[in-house]
């Protein structure tokens, strides 16, 4: 589920949709988390779908660690990629807001973090000599992920959490106590 306070609005025609801040959200905010709602797809149901479903699963879609694709029931399926994202995927399901996000502002990831087995051509970005997502990104630049991530768990106590209800049961310990300072984090790494 996407923060609610969020909403999907239009881009330009290059990149389409994208999800906009519609208020001041703070560093260490969850800004997105896997829950019920998210539909999770077998790879061999996926790839049986006639082209047209098949299509927008792979355009919409991320596939997890176990090869199941998720697509987010919500317009969290909306945000777009940045090499200077202001959102950080973490191991336990959930992304958080990477630094303060401004009424108005676009929500971005790293698509890197995903793996995706094809190379992403992006849209060029100041500030980056990056212009394709390759499927071992996460290979070169999983510690500047991890640290984001830990940076941004620095503020999870101290900024009001709405979605906090919804963080997976198996991860809720384990994020609570990195929230704490009593463990590392885990490495998104681990998701490979």
């Known amino acids: 589920m996407i923060h609610p306070d969020t909403e999907l609005r239009f881009v330009n025609e290059k990149i389409g949709l994208g999800v906009f801040a519609t208020k001041f959200i703070p560093k260490g905010t969850i800004v997105w988390v896997l829950d019920d709602l998210d539909m999770i797809l077998d790879e061999d149901y996926v790839d049986s779908l006639e082209p047209l479903r098949r299509d927008i699963v792979y355009k919409y879609a991320y596939q997890n660690e176990k090869g199941e694709y998720v697509l987010c029931w919500d317009h969290g399926r909306y945000i777009n990629h940045s090499f200077?994202?202001?959102?950080?995927?973490?191991?336990?399901?959930?992304?958080?807001?990477?630094?303060?996000?401004?009424?108005?502002?676009?929500?971005?990831?790293?698509?890197?973090?995903?793996?995706?087995?094809?190379?992403?051509v992006c849209v060029p970005e100041e500030g980056t000599s990056r212009t394709i997502v390759m499927p071992d990104d996460y290979l070169h630049y999983y510690r500047l992920w991890d640290e984001m991530a830990a940076e941004a768990f620095k503020y999870f106590n101290q900024v009001d959490q709405p979605l906090k209800h919804l963080i997976p049961r198996k991860f809720r310990k384990k994020v609570h106590a990195v929230a704490a300072g009593l463990r590392p984090l885990d490495s998104i790494l681990t998701t490979f």
Request: hydrophobic share 30%; charged share 25%; net charge negative.
């Open 84 to 120: 200077n994202p202001n959102c950080i995927g973490t191991a336990y399901e959930l992304e958080l807001a990477a630094r303060d996000i401004h009424p108005g502002e676009e929500l971005t990831s790293d698509y890197g973090i995903l793996g995706d087995e094809e190379p992403f």
